[in-house]
């Protein structure tokens, strides 16, 4: 994105006058799935940087890894969270998390989601119960979601009919299935959850 | 924001640190080994070993502070003496950083950043923008749409 850095708005006087930057308001948006599923792709297609990495505190055992390639190789007790930036405006920025699916790292979803607008859980079809706890989760936190399948490799095990069926979410539930390798096709889904975030804060403020 | 007393016995600062951090109940007689029924907790050395910089504190982190909390310098702040992450933190939020960015950008620990901010924080030296409402409105989640939408 470059239309936000157009340098002779208040990029430059803020420097001149010496007066610190007014910080922007921060949303975010969790990407969660298993392993290898794309979500660092998904967050480096919408994100404006390539994608950061933090690492949280893991303490119960480490067995599995964000790459099926090692799978035996890591005994860590960090795990790593990629996540990117999309500045809306000077005063809004979209923050994407991705986080791990699996339950062992339910520990640190309670932080994550905390005024999180929704979710995009991402499906392998070849491992679709990888994402069960994710879903369970947000169901039961009542973050709105949206299940996307990746159709990384141009073909999909199951129609999105069969994954629904699959996962046994609720009806209001989107699923739909999108490449996290195309930024519009990543920036479409996002759209979706944010619709969903939409109807849940338009609810909330009506009752 | 209180932190356990590492020195007092009866609550040590946390169960995990190792003994020769804080002063246990027999520590008049200076060090002492543990008991042999109380074996090292060699893993724990691998987990705790980022805290060192928060001399060992884990918790205590300020829960207002969230990974996408932003955190700017406060210019008006006094001149104070601050360990090199610390200096390296203040020095990034001279523009608007989210906690998680800190991290990423210093290659500190998640949990050690959000420890360091809240000091930060209370020290004067930084601000942290807690957001009002803690839930997102719905206009706020229109012009992320309308953002997401013009992007190509």
Request: aromatic share 6%.
């Amino acid at each position: 994105m470059d239309f936000e850095q157009s340098p002779d708005h208040f990029v430059g006087t803020a420097r001149v006058g010496g007066k610190p930057k007014k910080a922007p308001v921060p949303v975010k948006i969790i990407v969660a799935g298993g392993f290898g599923v794309g979500k660092t792709t998904t967050v480096g297609a919408i994100s404006e940087i390539s994608p950061l990495t933090t690492e949280a505190e893991m303490t119960s055992e480490s067995v599995g890894i964000d790459d099926p390639g090692q799978a035996t190789m890591k005994t860590t007790t960090t795990i790593a969270m990629d996540f990117g930036v999309l500045t809306i405006d000077q005063t809004l920025k979209l923050y994407i998390f991705g986080t791990p699916g699996q339950s062992r790292f339910a520990f640190m979803w309670d932080d994550l989601i905390k005024g999180a607008l929704g979710a995009l859980v991402v499906v392998d079809t070849a491992r679709i119960d990888d994402c069960y706890p994710a879903v369970d989760y947000f169901e039961r936190a009542g973050l709105p979601f949206v299940v996307g399948v990746n159709t990384f490799n141009g073909q999909m095990n199951y129609n999105l009919e069969e994954v629904r069926w699959a996962l046994a979410v609720r009806e209001d539930v989107p699923v739909l299935s999108f490449d996290a390798r195309f930024r519009a096709s990543v920036r479409d889904a996002l759209l979706v959850v944010l619709d969903q975030a939409l109807d849940k804060a338009i609810r909330a403020r009506s009752t | 924001m209180t932190y356990p007393d590492p020195d007092d016995a009866a609550h040590p600062a946390r169960p995990s640190v190792r003994p020769f951090l804080q002063s246990g109940p027999s520590s008049a007689g200076g060090y002492r080994p543990l008991p042999s029924s109380e074996p090292p907790a060699e893993d724990q050395a691998t987990t705790l070993r980022p805290f060192v910089i928060t001399s060992g504190r884990t918790d205590g982190a300020d829960p207002d502070i969230g990974m996408e909390t932003q955190v700017t310098v406060n210019h008006a702040a006094m001149p104070m003496r601050l360990s090199p992450e610390m200096r390296a933190i203040v020095a990034l939020c001279g523009e608007p950083h989210s906690v998680a960015e800190i991290s990423a950008r210093l290659r500190l620990h998640l949990g050690v950043t959000r420890i360091l901010v809240g000091d930060l924080r209370a020290a004067g030296q930084l601000d942290v923008h807690v957001l009002d409402n803690e839930t997102p409105d719905p206009e706020t989640i229109m012009r992320v749409i309308r953002g997401l939408r013009a992007i190509t």
